[in-house]
Every structure is written in structure tokens, then in C-alpha cells.
């Protein structure tokens, strides 16, 4: 507990201990003297000290060891277990010091007539200040949830604009138009070249389609592409450009975000100069764990300044899926770009979308039904002990307020039970429970 949350409940606790200290003064103490009126300010101290930091630090003990939102059911039984125990022995200590030692009674009658309805009432008065307590930790990592799920959607939908940017990277027309230029001048000049090159080209775009939906693909598929890729420019710049691959055989097993390397190497043409005297010099490699491509700088003169758009792309994509870096190297000799390798592969991001959206659906019926039982817990632990009062203070001979806090009590169990676990759809939520816990270990 930090010291600003300490000062919080201290003044929680003045203030309480101010209005329960002039009720107690007005209506049940006789002799109106001022040593009584501070004496009513230190006995209702005592007891808000006692059963607010009591439940606090069980509270929070509970809430570091089960969560309110993945262990619910476990969180919520023992908490009503805690908060039963605690708040019996709490009220059977302040009690002990007020009227034993306080207020001089006999000790023999502490269980019994007066005192044993004393004890009773504040049972309850702790239990009610527990479950305020209890309700208020909930609403508390419910909105920490709430806001958990709302950046989640928000990196969805930037992993799908990061997915369409590749997508029009990909398919970017001006490799298209060249392309078909060479093509047109192949085929008179080298018809079975042309043929080739109308496979690579063919071969280029059938893996676009086949990746473009995936988060991850093996090392070694994105290099078969990379090669054909090069393949193609290498027809276009012919000795202006060169490409060396030394990429180590243990990593091209593992992962990397698809279609990364097209960006790059699209990325070294595009903002490059390449000439047969100054020939362009692209090497892919492997080295600790990433996967790195260079080239020589060779500014263009004449072109616009880089928008960025092809690196962010795969910096956002990368930040979904892992917490290493996409490093970025540039000195005055060369260019280097690093993207890390990653050694699990997950699943594309149109299943991580509707487990997303299914997962929320599910926690907002959750919260909705937690709601409603604790607004019912709450409403108990706020009627009961007044009714408990009331007739206690008007007919102490005939107490009727067992029936309404049987009944209702009741109800309460029942609804209890509704919702954390034994009701008519328990079996179905067992399933789902399973079936959330295997897609996590499968992730």
C-alpha cells in the first residue's frame, strides 16, 4: 500500500468515524459531557480502523494471488470465506476492548443478551463494509480490463492498416510497369527468357495472395521468395545490381513477418542509384537472432524524400506479434536493416479478430451478471441490519427480522449460485473454459 492510498483511507476513516461518532453521542450516550463526545470519536476510530484496513489487506492479498477477471469463481468464494472469518474475529476484538475493557462489563455476558446482539449487529455493519469493498476491487479491474480490451482492438486495427499498407506495397504498380516493360522487350530479344520470366513474375504474385493473410511465415520460404524476387530485378539492372545471401541454416526454420524482404529490397531500389561502373550491392544475412538486410549508399539525387511508409510497416507489424526491435543501422558507407526471427509461429490475424470480439462479448455478459449480484449482496448488507436495528430498538422481545433475512438470505444463496457456476448453462461454461484454457496453451 503506497503512502497516497494510505493518507486516502486515513481521511475515509476520519470521516466516518466523525458521523458515527456524533450518532452514537446524540442517540445512546446519556451523559452529554465533552470527555464522552471524544471518547465516541475514539471507539468509532477504532472500529473503522480496524475493519478498513482489515479488509484492505485482505482484499489485496486475495486480489495479488486471484484475479477478478480470470479466476472469478475461485476469487469470489474466497473472498465470502476471507471476509466471513476476518471480519468475525475483527468484530469479536473491537468489541472485546469496548465493552470489556472500555466500558467495564462483565466478560461472562460478552456472548450473550445485549452484548450478544451487539456483536451480531456489527457483524453484519463489517460484512456490509467488506462487501463495498469486495464490489469496489471488482469495478476496479473491471475498468482496468475494459481498458485493456479497448488497446487491443485499437493494435487490431492498426495491424489491419499495417496489412493493407503492405498489401499496396506489394502490389505496387510501378514494379508492375517495369516489369512488363522487360517482359515486352524480352520477348523479342529472348523468347525462352521471357518464359522465365513470366514464371518468376507468376511465382512473385501467387505468394502474395498465399501470405498476405498470415502473420508469420518460416525463414526459409520468405528466402525462396526474396530469390525469385531478386531474380526479376536482376533482369531489369542486370550487373547494376548484385545480391549475396548468407543466411545460416538453424535460423530458416524459425519465423519472420511475411513479404518483409519484397519491402526491403523494393526499398534499396527505390531510393538507390545503380549503375554497371557503381553497381548497387544488397546482401541478406543472419546473426544473432536477426535477419538483416544491406546495401552500399547510393542516394538518387532526384527523388522525393522517403515517406517511411515501408519500414513503419514492418516496425507496427513486428510490435504486434513480439517485444524485440526492428534495428535500423545507417552510416555515410552503408544501409542495415535488422528484423528479429521469431521461433513461434501464431495464428493469422482473422482468428486472433473474432477471439478477440468473442472474449469481449463473453466478459461483457460476465460483468453484467457480477453486477447484478452484488448490487443484490450490497442491497442485503444494507437492509438487513437496518431492519435488524429497527426492530431490535422497537420490539427486542419478538425479533421478526429472521424472516426476511432468511428469505432474502435465500435468494441471495441462489443467486449466488446462478452465477458463479451451478445453474442451468455450467456444463456450457465448463466447455468454454476448457476449450479458452487449450487455445492459450496452444498460443
Known amino acids: 500500500m503506497d503512502l497516497k492510498d494510505l493518507r486516502r483511507k486515513l481521511i475515509l476513516m476520519l470521516w466516518i468515524s466523525f458521523g458515527t461518532g456524533v450518532f452514537f453521542f446524540a442517540f445512546f450516550t446519556p451523559d452529554k459531557s465533552f470527555t464522552n463526545l471524544i471518547l ?6 477504532m472500529y473503522s ?8 489487506y485482505t482484499n489485496s492479498y486475495l486480489n495479488s494471488k486471484y484475479s477478478w477477471i480470470e479466476n472469478t469463481r475461485t476469487r469470489i468464494i474466497l473472498g465470502i470465506i476471507s471476509t466471513i472469518f476476518v471480519n468475525v474475529f475483527l468484530v469479536f476484538i473491537c468489541n472485546y476492548l469496548n465493552l470489556i475493557i472500555i466500558q467495564k462489563n462483565t466478560v461472562t455476558n460478552f456472548f450473550t443478551g445485549s452484548m450478544g446482539q451487539f456483536n451480531w ?5 463489517a460484512l456490509l463494509i467488506s462487501a463495498i469493498m469486495h464490489a469496489k476491487g471488482f469495478m476496479e479491474e473491471w475498468k482496468k480490463s475494459s481498458k485493456k480490451e479497448v488497446v ?21 504498380p510501378h514494379f ?3 516489369s512488363l516493360n522487360v517482359l515486352s522487350a524480352l520477348i523479342d530479344e529472348n523468347p525462352e527468357y521471357a518464359q522465365k520470366f513470366t514464371a518468376s513474375m507468376s511465382k512473385i504474385y501467387r505468394y502474395i495472395l498465399e501470405q498476405k493473410d498470415k502473420e508469420l511465415v518460416s525463414v526459409e520460404e520468405e528466402l525462396d521468395f526474396a530469390k525469385t524476387y531478386c531474380e526479376l530485378l536482376k533482369t531489369r539492372f542486370e550487373d547494376s545490381v548484385t545480391f549475396e545471401f548468407n543466411v545460416n541454416e538453424n535460423d530458416k526454420k524459425d519465423f519472420v513477418v511475411p ?3 519484397q519491402l526491403l529490397l523494393e526499398n534499396c531500389i527505390k531510393h538507390n542509384f545503380a549503375t554497371s561502373s557503381k553497381p548497387l550491392q ?3 544475412s543472419s546473426e544473432d537472432g536477426f535477419l538483416m538486410i544491406e546495401n552500399n549508399l547510393q542516394f538518387r539525387e532526384n527523388i522525393k524524400e522517403s515517406s517511411g511508409i515501408g519500414l513503419s510497416n514492418i516496425v507496427q507489424r513486428y510490435a504486434l506479434l513480439t517485444k524485440r ?5 545507417k552510416s555515410e558507407a552503408y544501409f542495415k536493416v535488422k528484423i528479429p526471427i521469431l521461433i513461434e509461429k501464431t495464428t493469422n490475424m482473422n482468428t486472433t479478430n473474432y477471439s478477440e470480439n468473442s472474449a469481449y462479448e463473453r466478459a461483457a455478459k460476465r460483468v453484467k451478471e457480477l453486477k447484478g449480484f452484488y448490487g443484490n449482496l450490497i442491497s442485503y448488507c444494507l437492509v438487513i441490519p437496518f431492519l435488524i436495528f429497527v426492530n431490535l430498538y422497537t420490539a427486542p422481545d419478538y425479533q421478526w427480522f429472521w424472516w426476511p433475512m432468511l428469505g432474502w438470505g435465500i435468494g441471495l444463496a441462489s443467486h449466488a449460485l446462478q452465477v458463479f457456476g451451478i445453474s442451468k448453462d455450467w456444463e456450457e461454461r465448463q466447455i468454454q473454459k476448457i476449450l479458452n484454457k487449450e487455445n492459450r496453451n496452444n498460443y
Open 325 to 329: 526491435n526492428v534495428f535500423i543501422e
Open 176 to 178: 508492375l510497369f517495369n
Open 282 to 284: 544488397i546482401k541478406i
Open 121 to 125: 449487529l456489527m457483524i453484519n455493519i
Open 49 to 56: 480502523f480496524v475493519f478498513i484496513m482489515g479488509n484492505s
Open 152 to 172: 487491443e482492438q485499437k493494435l487490431i486495427a492498426k495491424s489491419a492498416n499495417a496489412q493493407f499498407e503492405t498489401l499496396k506495397n506489394q502490389l505496387d
Open 40 to 45: 465516541s470519536f475514539v471507539i468509532s476510530f
Open 259 to 261: 513479404l518483409s524482404l
